[in-house]
């Protein structure tokens, strides 16, 4: 029985918010009476019922009320609580709330097997009567007090969040104003917490934000119709209602834009999507009325999505957890087991074809097999059922004298293997005929694998150990965990092959396709892999390698169909992908629960996953694809857009110039440059480009990759290279002090001195009146064309390595080794600072219109700002300092050159990403049964 520690007065009880829940066997009763007043005298809520009550429909509402409002649940475990089924009841209803779990023993004697896996994870508090109570009470209440105001968030939320959904979602009983931003606080802060958000309280703060957004719109429409109401009485008043229109339709934006990233930063990416995609559909309707910072940093939210976004699809329907997924052999449908004693039926879009039913208790695994034809079920309810892809049961497997806890075939699909609780492995025939019987050593076998030969078995066997064995049931190999001495001072025994192993107990196994690796999960928080080739014996049963990553227990592996990576799903609720070297490629999060299963797709494409939060989800091994520019041998320095927007010109390190498609094809090559590349620039007709060289050189060039002319006249590093704006001129900037300018003939006009140093970068104004130019000596001088100096700009803290004027040639930007891009006005007083970069800014770009800038930096990002200053965006998928951007003629694309050898074009165009957005979300709109109207809407 579980006992809720309040004297009397449930509903009282509730209201004022519990803090502590205690579920119990009734045998232990005056322990929690001793325990409950200590905590009382330090302040402590309780609800506790020490009346023996029957248990009614009454009684276990009050039960679960009083889980679902308490922040903590402490489980005292004994050998009667854990046979106890209440309390094993109370135990399922706090972790489905996601309530923090507190195990303390009272007693022992029983057997660790039978503990709730949930509560095994966790560290255990001894309250023996052999153990110091006093020391025993500050260790738990130093563990009820950690991060209890996050904890107790979570509490309020999740009881607001079941009281909306126990009345049919209504809507008076969503969040608003600060208490929805707190939630949403709450939510992004919440990665990597214990308990983790549960999948009810995303959906009600999700719910209560588009809630709340189209109660924005309506006020914005009831705005809009009184502001043409009054305009006919007052033209100030019409003023004023237009500026406040537009700044509740600024609001809304910048709102919806935060939620969406919000929402992706809390692992809820589908969400994320459809909310940045609702932005993006207001934008393209009213979008002219927001000043272009606005738009552009829904814009960039809403890109941040579209390419970060993994998750393909959620699958709603099992009302239990789900305990495992799987696809067909054709990849064309997916099978899933859960708690609720069904199996179910998915197409590969998400959309439900059947529900299996007739097992009678949880079924806690299945698979197909090879043909595809049959699938295979094991359950707690002692049986292994087989079924036809219709659904059809086909036949019923008994013989198992305890829960089965896995159940597959053999390769060639004329064996099944099952496991159960108790340590016995059952090999059956497909007619149902029990082939043979072996025992283990009495541990529960929770995972049982085929090699891929069908030769040999793997097995989890409960504890810390991964063992082989040949179908008789003959132990081959053992692979050992760690063995601590009685004490727990000394290591004991490490692995045959002199390796450490498993320090907790194995809870899965899996061969790569070619058998020659074995991988094995353990509650340790570590996967391993282990060599299992039979043609290299010296090495068979060593460890390979282990991961680390994980933050609670691994349950499930999955190798990709190709053996090259390997996926682990864990009670941190994420599931982590690997390169078999152990680093990890890509950690999905979206899972509100537990991950207790995970496998690739034939084609090697797609992971789906099965979870306690009762969803499985798709994922997709690669996401979104970046257009990257991949064609230099080095780092590549420079990257410019023709004025016509139709080829993108780079220079690299590998002394190259490439000449790119919008689309990003590789068009020419250009050589003759005899060191490295360091600045591009075309002429204003898209005819010429011009390159700046470490070889003290500038050459002409023609857009067909001809050689034209080479100026030669510096004595030093060509930094930096500029087009007039009616293409006449050249001007260049060297390491020798100097910036010369020349003609398209190559004869030179003029040289200009006045910097003290080397000349990093130079630019003309659009209005061809100016030059502007930055130094080494941390300064930036504007000059006339004729080579008059009109004024030196200082203030920055390191050379100025990159230099541009405005769209209307009134504002320049200086970017210096400092981190700041400094702006100011042409009689030069500085407007603003750019600051956020953690280092050398080395190449900045106003937008087409001059709205934004764009900055690159040696901190690997590149950073979008308002021409007043705020930071709009930032990208980080460059590996190496970025060198160089250039925006697109029309704005909506940005390229960045990087030192890792790469060119990256940024998509800013809003009918593109809805596009990509709208395909992406296709199965999800069109599958997921709690996706509303207004949702589907959003691509229509």
């Known amino acids: 029985m579980a006992v809720t520690g309040m004297d009397a007065g449930q509903s009282s009880a509730i209201e004022r918010q519990n803090e502590i829940f205690i579920s119990y066997s009734r045998k232990d009763k005056e322990f929690v009476q001793t325990l409950s007043r200590s905590l009382k005298q330090l302040g402590y809520n309780l609800w506790v019922d020490w009346e023996d009550i029957q248990p009614t429909e009454d009684w276990w509402a009050a039960i679960q009320s009083g889980i679902e409002a308490a922040s903590n649940f402490i489980f005292v475990l004994s050998p009667d609580s854990i046979a106890s089924k209440v309390c094993g009841q109370e135990l399922d209803h706090a972790v489905a709330n996601h309530k923090r779990l507190v195990p303390i023993v009272r007693r022992e004697g029983f057997d660790v097997a039978l503990v709730h896996p949930m509560l095994a994870t966790h560290n255990w508090l001894f309250f023996r009567e052999t153990d110091d109570h006093d020391r025993a009470l500050k260790i738990l209440t130093t563990a009820l007090d950690t991060d209890l105001k996050y904890v107790r968030a979570h509490a309020r939320l999740q009881t607001r969040a079941i009281e909306w959904e126990h009345r049919t979602r209504d809507e008076s009983l969503l969040l608003r104003g600060s208490d929805l931003e707190e939630a949403e606080l709450w939510l992004a802060q919440a990665t990597g917490k214990k308990p983790e958000p549960t999948e009810l309280q995303g959906a009600f703060i999700n719910t209560s934000r588009k809630a709340e957004t189209l109660r924005q719109k309506a006020e914005v429409l009831r705005q809009q119709f009184l502001t043409a109401a009054v305009s006919a009485f007052s033209i100030v008043a019409l003023g004023m209602a237009g500026f406040a229109f537009k700044q509740k339709i600024k609001a809304e934006v910048v709102a919806q834009s935060s939620g969406a990233q919000k929402l992706m930063a809390s692992g809820l990416e589908l969400e994320a999507l459809v909310e940045g995609l609702h932005t993006g559909r207001q934008l393209k309707q009213i979008g002219w009325f927001l000043e272009p910072s606005t738009q552009l940093r829904a814009i960039t939210a809403l890109r941040q999505v579209v390419y970060g976004i993994k998750a393909e699809n959620t699958l709603q329907g099992h009302q239990g957890y789900v305990m495992s997924a799987s696809f067909s052999p054709d990849g064309q449908t997916i099978a899933s087991a859960s708690a609720d004693k069904t199996i179910k039926l998915w197409s590969q879009e998400g959309k439900l074809l059947k529900t299996l039913t007739g097992h009678s208790d949880r079924v806690n695994s299945v698979s197909f097999s090879p043909d595809g034809q049959t699938l295979v079920s094991a359950s707690d309810d002692q049986t292994v059922r087989l079924w036809s892809l219709k659904g059809q049961l086909l036949r019923s497997l008994k013989g198992h004298g305890a829960r089965v806890m896995s159940a597959s075939f053999n390769p060639k699909n004329n064996l099944i293997v099952s496991s159960d609780q108790k340590g016995i492995i059952k090999l059956w025939n497909l007619s149902g005929k029990l082939v043979r019987t072996f025992s283990t050593e009495g541990f529960a076998v929770v995972s049982v694998q085929f090699s891929p030969d069908g030769q040999t078995l793997a097995t989890a066997e409960g504890d810390q150990d991964v063992r082989l064995r040949n179908l008789d049931g003959k132990l081959l190999k053992t692979m050992l965990g760690v063995r601590f001495s009685p004490d727990g001072k000394t290591l004991a025994s490490a692995s045959e092959s002199n390796t450490i192993g498993h320090g907790a107990t194995v809870v899965g196994v899996r061969f790569s396709p070619d058998g020659k690796t074995l991988a094995s999960a353990s509650e340790d928080e570590t996967v391993k892999l282990w060599s299992v080739d039979r043609a290299d014996p010296q090495r068979f049963g060593q460890l390979l390698k282990t991961f680390m990553g994980h933050s609670d227990g691994v349950r499930s592996l999955s190798f ?326 250039s925006f697109s003629p029309d704005g909506k694309t940005l390229a960045s050159a990087s030192q890792d050898g790469t060119v990256i074009l940024w998509n800013l165009n809003l009918n593109d990403l809805m596009q990509r957005g709208c395909t992406w979300l296709h199965n999800y709109l069109t599958t997921n049964p709690n996706v509303t109207d207004l949702d589907r809407a959003v691509c229509r």
């Open 560 to 885: 990709s169909p190709d053996g090259t990576l390997l996926a682990s799903a864990s009670l941190d609720s994420t599931i982590n992908l690997w390169h078999l070297n152990g680093e990890t490629t890509n950690t999905f999060r979206g899972h509100s629960n537990w991950v207790n299963s995970v496998n690739f797709s034939p084609d090697g494409k797609t992971l789906v996953s099965a979870s306690g939060d009762r969803t499985l989800k798709l994922w997709a091994i690669v996401p979104p694809p970046l257009v990257a520019l991949n064609g230099h041998q080095d780092m590549v320095n420079s990257v410019r857009f023709s004025p016509d927007g139709q080829t993108i010109a780079t220079g690299g390190s590998d002394n190259t110039i490439k000449l790119w498609d919008r689309k990003g094809t590789e068009r020419l090559t250009l050589k003759s440059h005899q060191k490295r590349i360091l600045s591009v620039a075309f002429s204003p007709n898209s005819q010429t480009i011009a390159s700046a060289s470490e070889d003290s050189t500038v050459k002409l060039w023609s857009r067909q990759g001809q050689l034209l002319k080479t100026l030669q006249g510096h004595q030093g590093t060509v930094w930096s290279v500029a087009f007039s704006p009616d293409g006449q001129t050249v001007a260049s900037a060297s390491e020798d002090g100097t910036i010369k300018l020349w003609n398209q003939e190559g004869q030179l006009l003029k040289t200009l001195k006045g910097h003290s140093g080397a000349v990093l970068s130079v630019a003309f104004s659009p209005d061809g009146r100016f030059l502007l130019s930055g130094n080494d000596d941390a300064t930036a001088q504007l000059w006339q064309v004729n080579g008059t100096l009109l004024r030196t700009l200082q203030g920055q803290g390191g050379p100025v390595g990159t230099v541009a004027f405005s769209p209307d040639s009134q504002i320049l930007a200086t970017g210096s080794d400092d981190g700041t891009v400094q702006l100011w006005n042409r009689g030069g007083d500085r407007l603003f600072t750019l600051r956020g970069h953690g280092g050398f800014v080395m190449g900045v770009a106003f937008s087409p219109e001059g709205s934004t800038i764009a900055t690159a930096s040696a901190d690997k990002t590149v950073r979008l700002w308002s021409i007043d200053g705020q930071q709009l965006a930032t990208f980080t998928d460059h590996t190496n300092w970025v060198r160089s951007v």
